[in-house]
C-alpha cells in the first residue's frame, strides 16, 4: 500500500537509540531468532527505556529499527514489495519508489552519504565503488555510482530495477490501452505461424513483458529463451548466447526461439528459417534495425557491407514492435513491416487511439499461410474486412 511509504523523518535521537541498540544485541536478542520474537525483543528495549519517537508508532517504529540492525535498512521493503518495480536513489537522503502502475512516492532517505553506502554493498559482495551494474539475483539489476563518479555532497546515485516481475494478460493490456487485441492477436499469430518479430524500446519500456505475455500465448509450442538473467516464464531457458549453445538448442527443433539479451544476433537464428522473437534498446524501428545491424556486422569474421547486411537482417525480422511511454503510460506505439529496407506502418498509436494504417504483406500473410495459419484468421487480420463489419 502507498501508504507504507509516507516519508515521516528520521526521529530525534533515532541514531543514537540505534547505535545503543547494535551495541547491546548480544543481551538484547541472543534467545531470539525469528523476526517476530526479534521485534517484541526491540519494543520491550523501547518501552523499558520510556522512548517515544513523533509521528511513528511503536509497532512502526520497531520494525524500522529491526530492518536497520537485520535488513536492508529503508530498502527492506520496496525490495519485497511485488507491486514496486524500481528504487531511484538520487541521493543518500533522496530516495524514491516507482510502482508497477508508474505512481511514485519519496520515502525517508538513509542517514549518511556512508550509510547509504554501507546498505547498498550489504546486497551484494560483487559491487564494488566507484561504479557497479549488475544483477543481484533473482529479478534485480543495480546500477549505482560513489565518489568520485557523483560528488561527495550526493554520496550515492543508484537505480535498483525489478526485472519480468510480472505477467500480463491480453484483458490487462487492453484495459490499461497498452494495445488492442487485434494488435496483439496479430504479434500472437505472426510468430504461431513463422514470422519473425523485433521489440524496441528504452530500457525499462516493458519489452520483457511483452516477450513474456507473446510466449504465453504458445503454450503448446516448443519455445527456447537466451537470456542474461532468468527473466522468460513457461520456456526454456538457457542462460547462455554463444553459437556453440545455439546449435545445440536448434536439435531440440523449437517452435519460437526468444533472445532476450543485450548483444543478441538473431539474424543468425531467424535467416537459418528458426522463428524468432528478439529485443533490443533503440527509439524506433529504424534504430532497432540499425542497432542489430551494427552488432552483426561487429561479429563478422569478413563483414558485408551495410547496405546488404540491413537488408538481410529486414529479412530476418520482418515485423518490428515500438513501445515507448506516452503520458507516463508504456504502449505499443507503432507495429511496422520491413521489406527489403522499405518500413510501412501496420497499426499507430496516435491521438490517444490505436489505428490500423495498413495491411501485412501479402509476403507476411503467404509465409503464415504456409505454416498453417487458417484462411478465415489471416482475412480477419485485414483492414478492410474489420471496417466493412
Known sequence: MLSDYQCKGIPEDYIQTLRQLKEKQGKIFWQTERKEAKIVAIKQYLQDASLNFLNWSLDEISEKFYNDIFEKSILTGPLEDIWVKKILITSWNKVTVVFINDQKIEIDGFYSSEHAKETLLSLNHN???????????????????????????????????KLGQRNFTLKMYQSSEYATRDELEFLSLALRYGVSVLIVGKWLSGKTSLMNYMLSTLQELTTVTFEQYREMFNTISLLDSNMVTAEAALKLNPDVIALNLDDAIPQEIALRGYTTLASVIAQGPNEGLYQLTEQWRRQMRNPLDYQSAFRLTCTALPIIVTVRAIESKYRIINISECDQSNISTLWEYTGNHHIHVSDPSEKIFRTMRQNGCPTEQLDQLRKKVKEVC
Open 127 to 161: 559491487i564494488s565503488p566507484p561504479c557497479f551494474s549488475g544483477n543481484l539475483g533473482g529479478n534485480l539489476r543495480i546500477t549505482a555510482f560513489f565518489p568520485p563518479f557523483v560528488s561527495e555532497e550526493l554520496g550515492v546515485v543508484c537505480s535498483i530495477d
